[in-house]
């Protein structure tokens, strides 16, 4: 009788339940289109969730269609709908600079990732405004000096040949076949970004650990963000919070070992020089110590370099790759020019100044990052209303979506057309002339810090690759196709034939 009784109650309460939900519906169809006002969208979106299945399935295609949308438009902008979100793609140039523009507390706020607070933490640059965040970027500008490049130069070289070495010989090793070089790109990267940055600090098995950890972070940029236990999303958060307390004690022991007067070796080092100075100065004067100076803050902050660094370079990287192989008139400027410089039996780096020699080699890393630009979305939320146009204002909490790699298509003559040649030629000079859709750094105040750092080894990566290794793409239909890993990277993974071009390979 009992069991009766409830199913009697469960039956009588199923209408309300269905009307809850279709209100429910309703009210969520009639903010959407309210916030949607005139831009293109879908008609109806799905409760809740919206268009994020689409999204995590195909991300190219999500985003395809959003610039479409856009452009189709004329209007420049389009709307959707993603984990009860509202959210605005902007393909405009011009639009997108508004966005950079106006980071600021009443306006918008850089996140990084639709979950990014959530992912990254609270110690992190990108979520900073105003005075603070210019004092900040005036400590990290002694990372990025002259000298501090040049010493990041020699152990870039070291981690790059060392790669390349053993790509060559586990291609000897499997008979010359093609192989990805994604994957073998990013464990380059993350060993790089380790050393230029941490150095000294990260012993064998905490690197073993960051390794693991990062890629806890890599597949829960992609995931769905559901924090619970045995969700990829957790894992991510979990494995930051690991990640910034072991930067945070390189940044401690830097600090000891600046404190005692040792000579900078990597990032951390030129940043605590002048910040041991500081705190030193402050404790002397009976002051507190300087803001952004505590060693879990500083972890957050190497995070963030870190964050930038490896998976862009990875996707720049490959896509470089693949642009000497479509065009070898290209790659013959490239070594012709490396070799006037420098040679493999030299048995010594390239120099800075070599570096800054290799006036054409800049123009094709300028341009493989204008043509593939490897972080092609930068997401902001509106921290209130927005007028962004004329006729449309940006709804307080909509997730926006400055396109830089729509950007990067815009003004640019024949912008499909890999053509280093816009940035060396000096009658054409578009970098200057069209400058404002090269956005692949970003524009406004929270412009990349470190995009000298991230084109040097694009450069050096080039000059060294084709010195030493012979290659060829192992091209199949579609193989260039554009797809997300977070960054975009060819759909193959960059599968190339691999042997070695020069007579002793070098070493340093």
Same mark, same amino acid.
């Given at each position: 009788?009992?069991?009766?009784?409830?199913?009697?109650?469960?039956?009588?309460?199923?209408?309300?339940?269905?009307?809850?939900?279709?209100?429910?519906?309703?009210?969520?169809?009639?903010?959407?289109?309210?916030?949607?006002?005139?831009?293109?969208?879908?008609?109806?979106?799905?409760?809740?969730?919206?268009?994020?299945?689409?999204?995590?399935?195909?991300?190219?295609?999500?985003?395809?269609?959003?610039?479409?949308?856009?452009?189709?438009?004329?209007?420049?902008?389009?709307?959707?709908?993603?984990?009860?979100? &509202?959210?605005?793609?902007?393909?405009?140039?011009?639009?997108?600079?508004?966005?950079?523009?106006?980071?600021?507390?009443?306006?918008?706020?850089?996140?990084?990732?639709?979950?990014?607070?959530?992912?990254?933490?609270?110690?992190?640059?990108?979520?900073?405004?105003?005075?603070?965040?210019?004092?900040?970027?005036?400590?990290?500008?002694?990372?990025?000096?002259?000298?501090?490049?040049?010493?990041?130069?020699?152990?870039?070289?070291?981690?790059?040949?060392?790669?390349?070495?053993?790509?060559?010989?586990?291609?000897?090793?499997?008979?010359?076949?093609?192989?990805?070089?994604?994957?073998?790109?990013?464990?380059?990267?993350?060993?790089?970004?380790?050393?230029?940055?941490?150095?000294?600090?990260?012993?064998?098995?905490?690197? =073993?650990?960051?390794?693991?950890?990062?890629? &806890?972070?890599?597949?829960?940029?992609?995931?769905?963000?559901?924090?619970?236990?045995?969700?990829?999303?957790?894992?991510?958060?979990?494995?930051?919070?690991?990640?910034?307390?072991?930067?945070?004690? *390189?940044?401690?022991? %830097?600090?000891?070992?600046?404190?005692?007067?040792? =000579? !900078? =070796? *990597?990032?951390?080092?030129?940043?605590?020089?002048?910040?041991?100075?500081?705190?030193?100065?402050?404790?002397?004067?009976?002051?507190?110590?300087?803001?952004?100076?505590?060693?879990?803050?500083?972890?957050?902050?190497?995070?963030? &370099?870190?964050?930038?660094?490896?998976?862009?370079?990875?996707?720049?990287?490959?896509?470089?790759?693949?642009?000497?192989? %479509?065009? !070898?008139?290209?790659?013959?400027?490239?070594?012709?020019?490396?070799?006037?410089?420098?040679?493999?039996?030299?048995?010594?780096?390239?120099?800075?100044?070599?570096?800054?020699?290799?006036?054409?080699?800049?123009?094709?890393?300028?341009?493989?990052?204008?043509?593939?630009?490897?972080?092609?979305?930068?997401?902001?939320?509106?921290?209130?209303?927005?007028?962004?146009?004329?006729?449309?204002?940006?709804?307080?909490?909509?997730?926006? &979506?400055?396109?830089?790699?729509?950007? %990067?298509?815009?003004?640019?003559? =024949?912008?499909?057309?890999?053509? !280093?040649?816009?940035?060396?030629?000096?009658?054409?000079?578009?970098?200057?002339?069209?400058?404002?859709?090269?956005?692949?750094?970003?524009?406004?105040?929270?412009?990349?810090?470190?995009?000298?750092?991230?084109?040097?080894?694009?450069?050096?990566?080039?000059?060294?690759?084709?010195?030493?290794?012979?290659?060829?793409?192992?091209?199949?239909?579609?193989?260039?196709?554009?797809?997300?890993?977070?960054?975009?990277?060819?759909?193959?993974?960059?599968?190339?034939?691999?042997?070695?071009? *020069?007579?002793?390979?070098?070493?340093?």
């Amino acid at each position: 009788m009992a069991a009766a009784a409830e199913f009697l109650d469960l039956r009588a309460a199923a209408p309300f339940v269905v009307a809850a939900l279709a209100f429910y519906f309703l009210v969520e169809q009639l903010s959407y289109h309210r916030k949607k006002g005139p831009l293109p969208g879908p008609s109806l979106v799905v409760p809740f969730v919206g268009s994020v299945a689409h999204m995590i399935r195909d991300p190219t295609g999500f985003w395809d269609a959003q610039a479409a949308r856009a452009r189709k438009s004329g209007a420049g902008l389009a709307a959707d709908f993603l984990i009860g979100r &509202f959210v605005v793609f902007i393909r405009d140039s011009e639009l997108s600079h508004r966005v950079f523009a106006n980071v600021r507390p009443d306006a918008f706020h850089l996140i990084g990732h639709p979950f990014g607070k959530k992912l990254f933490g609270d110690h992190n640059l990108i979520y900073m405004f105003g005075e603070d965040h210019k004092d900040l970027r005036r400590r990290i500008a002694p990372n990025f000096t002259p000298r501090a490049l040049s010493t990041y130069a020699a152990i870039q070289q070291r981690v790059i040949l060392s790669h390349l070495r053993r790509w060559l010989d586990r291609s000897a090793a499997n008979g010359g076949k093609a192989e990805p070089i994604r994957v073998p790109c990013r464990d380059m990267n993350l060993e790089t970004s380790q050393t230029v940055f941490a150095g000294p600090y990260l012993s064998k098995e905490a690197r =073993e650990k960051f390794e693991r950890d990062y890629n &806890f972070f890599n597949v829960g940029l992609m995931a769905l963000p559901v924090d619970l236990p045995g969700f990829a999303f957790r894992s991510a958060r979990l494995g930051v919070a690991r990640l910034v307390r072991t930067l945070g004690e *390189c940044a401690r022991a %830097s600090k000891a070992r600046m404190r005692a007067g040792g =000579e !900078p =070796e *990597c990032l951390v080092d030129y940043w605590m020089q002048e910040t041991v100075r500081e705190i030193d100065e402050a404790k002397a004067a009976g002051k507190p110590p300087p803001a952004h100076t505590d060693d879990e803050e500083l972890g957050g902050f190497l995070f963030d &370099f870190l964050f930038a660094a490896q998976d862009a370079s990875t996707s720049s990287l490959c896509w470089a790759v693949s642009a000497l192989d %479509s065009h !070898p008139d290209v790659l013959a400027r490239v070594r012709a020019e490396v070799a006037s410089l420098w040679s493999p039996d030299s048995g010594e780096p390239i120099t800075a100044e070599k570096i800054a020699e290799m006036k054409y080699t800049q123009a094709v890393a300028r341009e493989v990052v204008r043509h593939r630009p490897p972080a092609t979305l930068v997401p902001h939320i509106a921290g209130e209303e927005f007028q962004l146009t004329e006729w449309y204002t940006i709804p307080k909490g909509t997730i926006v &979506f400055p396109s830089v790699y729509e950007s %990067s298509f815009q003004g640019f003559p =024949e912008p499909d057309a890999f053509d !280093p040649e816009r940035f060396f030629s000096e009658a054409r000079r578009e970098d200057v002339v069209y400058k404002r859709n090269f956005l692949a750094f970003g524009a406004g105040p929270h412009q990349c810090v470190g995009q000298r750092y991230a084109l040097n080894h694009l450069v050096l990566f080039m000059a060294l690759f084709v010195s030493v290794v012979d290659f060829r793409r192992d091209r199949t239909e579609g193989c260039d196709e554009p797809v997300y890993m977070p960054t975009i990277v060819p759909r193959d993974s960059c599968s190339v034939y691999l042997k070695q071009r *020069c007579a002793k390979f070098p070493s340093f």
